[in-house]
């Protein structure tokens, strides 16, 4: 897999390091594209797990990450409405800019885009961006290749099982992600 985009963004030390146009994103882009609202939310919701499981691990005490998702989920479903889940999901940015690892403050930020995502697919790309930095941020460079790779074929994965479930990938959808 190509990682030149990355690495040139790195040597720049851009905060960012991938876009959904990099030639090891592209093809995931693609499949988002062409995948329905519910297929697209179904996945993010899915890949958003761990990170938000990471970043309980790193910071016990501070549940805006898994309040994100669970609120993200509960919107998807139409048990709440947006204004009850944006807060919980601008919350995690918020976190964000409150830590000093950019690893962690890139995968809140991931949180956040992939919870965003049941508000327009257009956020889908976001979580893998900001997912992909973060491990770069946190990875020795003799793994990085090998763990970016790993993860992208996880991202590729999730999608299909997420098309295999179809719409038993969430219990119910709201009226909204009927579209």
Request: glycine share 4%.
């Amino acid at each position: 897999m190509n990682f030149s985009e990355m690495e040139q963004r790195q040597k720049r030390k851009n905060q960012i390091l991938f876009a959904k146009t990099d030639a090891c994103l592209f093809p995931l882009w693609q499949q988002l594209e062409q995948a329905n609202r519910r297929t697209v939310a179904a996945w993010a919701l899915a890949c958003v797990e761990e990170p938000v499981e990471r970043l309980s691990r790193r910071y016990p005490t501070d549940s805006r990450p898994r309040e994100a998702l669970e609120m993200a989920r509960l919107w998807a479903m139409g048990k709440v409405k947006m204004p009850s889940a944006r807060p919980a999901i601008l919350a995690v940015h918020a976190m964000a800019k409150q830590l000093q690892d950019p690893g962690d403050a890139a995968l809140c930020h991931g949180v956040g885009q992939g919870c965003s995502t049941v508000h327009t697919p257009r956020h889908a790309m976001g979580l893998p961006i900001y997912e992909l930095t973060a491990l770069v941020r946190h990875t020795s460079p003799e793994l990085l290749t090998l763990r970016l790779e790993e993860k992208i074929q996880v991202y590729h994965q999730t999608l299909a099982r997420c098309l295999d479930l179809g719409d038993a990938a969430l219990p119910c959808w709201a009226p909204f992600m009927q579209k």
